[in-house]
């Protein structure tokens, strides 16, 4: 790989390095908290489904998407689009990503708090013997009470700056290339006793038969919302994390190789929650606490119970991690090249003024309950936003970017390494940027448009 000697920029050292930093960035709370909790809300299998064929004809492309204009440019994601569109409005992309970030490391270092608290529980035994009924009321009390969550929140920021800080090499890379494997084994082993359980089939008919009555516009979004959200895509963490991308590998395969392990991850954290939802007779549509209340509950029933638990809530925590760090190197890398800063100096304001919003946002959970519009509080309302509006919104712009903006020369060079491997598949990905992903988010969007009463219905 060339080296630029103006600018010595940090990246990946290997190929294994690239796949386990981006499916470190996708897989995480969104799939194991998230995921089960917005398929239960919005009727399971048929979720499923509509969710998978979103990764598969739009994810996949939008992520490539990222990495093209990462990779080419070697930017961060407003860089990115100062470099190949200047003087135009195309740099807002980038800001818009940049929101986005602040928003979701708001209320994704909240939850990742309550997975340390867990963890703190795991290794206290706290679990034992208790009930359905008694466990949501613990992970309520806990999640409203505000000092507890705050301190969680606000180590687990640290530990995400620590390693932001210590750059892609040796900070992201080096970290993530362990723990991801780890944690596939985990939820391997869970999933099979969550299916062993008695009266688990219930749940995997839940989770893989669709009911398409149950479908409707908002759903459809929320189906939309949440494939973006999984896959890390629409905001420039992967224009970011493409930057580092070295110019001989595969983009299509890394795109298709994060997405396949992330969609795996979701469907196995499924499998290993539903059947136990409904052995345990607690409502699919939990919401939020689903996997702080049904897990533990597994745990009590096992074997070697105590382990699980806490290796559990261990990777938990390190899959969160793998993900946050990827949403702050996007506002690190943003702070540190265009507006000159080191880059140390950048990860402490980034990290500290996200806290800010972080802090707000645990806090609207219980004693600041206040903020709140139309019965969403400002956590709900972070999450809705960003996953539902500002990640299809900025994915849209993204594909339209690259399938009108570029030219269908710089973009083919850009995926085929300039000519080095055929990229068979290089025409259908254009068809899809140019046409069919613009289209359909759009038309999802607009159709959820008109479910937007859904910020005055309450939860
Ligand atoms: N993809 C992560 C998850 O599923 O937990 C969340 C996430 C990370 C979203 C990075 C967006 C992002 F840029």
Same mark, same amino acid.
């Given at each position: ?9 940090? /990246? ?5 390095? $690239? ?39 739009? #994810?996949?492309? $939008?992520?490539?998407?990222?990495? $093209? ?38 209320? @994704?270092?909240? %939850? ?7 963890? @703190? ?53 080096? @970290?993530?290339?362990? &723990? ?33 009555? +149950?479908?409707?516009?908002? %759903?459809?979004?929320?189906?939309? #919302? ?19 991308? =070295?110019? =001989? ?7 298709? /190789?994060?997405?396949?392990? *992330?969609?795996?991850?979701?469907? &196995? ?30 745990? *009590?029933?096992?074997?070697? =119970? @105590? ?19 990827? %949403? ?44 709140? %519009?139309? #019965?969403?509080?400002?956590? *709900?309302?972070?999450?809705? $936003? ?22 269908? *020369? ?11 491997? +055929? ?26 448009? =008109? ?9």
């Amino acid at each position: 790989m060339a080296i630029n000697l103006n600018t010595p920029r940090d /990246s990946f050292s290997s190929r294994l390095g $690239v796949i386990a930093a981006a499916a470190g960035s996708a897989i995480g709370l969104g799939n194991i908290w998230r995921f089960p909790y917005v398929a239960g809300e919005n009727g399971g299998g048929a979720f499923l489904l509509i969710y998978i064929g979103f990764i598969v004809l739009i #994810g996949v492309p $939008v992520m490539l998407s990222e990495f $093209v204009i990462g990779r080419n440019t070697q930017r961060n994601a407003v860089g990115a689009f100062r470099k190949l569109a200047p003087k135009s409005l195309w740099p807002l992309t980038g800001f818009l990503g940049i929101s986005a970030a602040f928003f979701i490391l708001a209320f @994704y270092t909240t %939850v990742s708090g309550w997975t340390l608290e867990y963890l @703190y529980l795991a290794i206290s035994d706290g679990f034992k013997a208790q009930s359905a009924e008694s466990l949501t009321q613990n992970f309520e009390l806990f999640r409203t009470s505000g000092l507890r969550p705050l301190m969680w929140q606000n180590i687990f920021m640290f530990l995400t700056a620590f390693i932001v800080y210590k750059g892609i090499k040796n900070g992201i890379e080096k @970290y993530t290339k362990i &723990l991801m494997p780890l944690l596939l084994v985990i939820i391997i082993i869970l999933g099979i006793r969550s299916v062993t359980l008695p009266g688990a089939a219930e749940g995997l008919t839940f989770l893989f038969k669709p009911d398409f009555t +149950k479908i409707t516009g908002k %759903v459809i979004l929320e189906a939309l #919302g949440q494939s973006f959200f999984s896959l890390s895509i629409g905001m420039g963490t992967l224009i970011t994390y493409g930057s580092y991308i =070295g110019k =001989g590998e595969n983009l299509g395969k890394t795109a298709l /190789s994060v997405s396949a392990a *992330d969609t795996l991850i979701a469907i &196995l954290a499924g499998v290993a929650i539903f059947p136990a939802v409904f052995a345990f007779g607690i409502a699919p549509e939990a919401g939020a606490g689903l996997v702080f209340i049904t897990l533990p509950m597994i745990f *009590d029933q096992m074997a070697g =119970g @105590y382990f699980f638990a806490l290796i559990f809530f261990l990777l938990l925590s390190i899959a969160a991690l793998t993900s946050t760090i990827s %949403v702050l190197e996007v506002v690190t890398a943003y702070l540190s090249e265009e507006l000159n800063l080191g880059r140390k100096k950048a990860t402490v304001i980034a990290a500290s003024s996200i806290a800010v919003l972080g802090v707000a946002c645990t806090m609207s959970q219980g004693p600041w309950a206040i903020l709140s %519009v139309g #019965g969403y509080n400002l956590f *709900d309302l972070l999450e809705m $936003v960003s996953a539902n509006i500002m990640l299809p919104l900025g994915g849209l712009l993204i594909v339209l970017f690259v399938g009108w903006y570029l030219t269908k *020369d710089a973009v083919f060079a850009e995926i085929s390494n300039q000519g080095k491997f +055929k990229a068979g598949f290089k025409f259908a990905y254009l068809f899809i940027i140019r046409f069919l992903a613009p289209i359909a988010i759009a038309f999802v969007f607009l159709n959820g448009l =008109g479910f937007f009463s859904i910020f005055g219905s309450g939860n």
